[in-house]
C-alpha cells in the first residue's frame, strides 16, 4: 500500500472515537475480541469486528489467534511514523510563525505609537 493509501487509512481508522477507545484498551496489553465486545455494550458483536477489521487494515492492531480466541494488541508504529511526518509540519511552521512574531514585534516597538506607515511586513517564507 502507498504511503498516502496508508495515512488515509489510518486516519480514518483513529477518526471514530469507538475505535480510538479499542486501541486505548490494548494499549497495556492483547484484549480479546470478546474482551472488547464486553467493552461496548450498545454495539454487537458483529459491529465490533467491523471496527477491529477497519483498524486491523490500517495496521493499528496486530491480531494473533488462540485456540478459540482473538486476540487484538496494539501497534503503534503506524501512529508514530504518522506522528513523525506531522512533526515535520509542524516544526517549520512554528519556526515561520515566531520569525513573523518578532518581525512584528520588532515595527511595534519601532513605532510605540502603534500607528500604520512604512513598509508593510516580509511576507513569511
Known sequence: MSRDRTDDAIFKALGDARRRRMLDLTKDRGRTTGDLCRHFKD????????????????????????????????????????????????????????????ELEGDAAADPDGEAGGDPPAAVE
Not at 55 to 74: F, T
Open 43 to 102: 454495539l454487537d458483536r458483529c459491529t465490533v469486528m467491523q471496527h477491529l477489521d477497519v483498524l486491523e487494515r490500517a495496521g493499528l492492531i496486530i491480531v494473533r489467534r488462540s485456540g478459540r480466541h482473538r486476540w487484538n494488541y496494539l501497534n503503534p508504529l503506524p501512529i508514530q511514523q504518522l506522528a513523525d511526518r506531522i512533526r515535520r509540519y509542524a516544526v517549520s511552521t512554528v519556526s515561520r510563525l515566531a520569525r513573523l512574531k518578532r
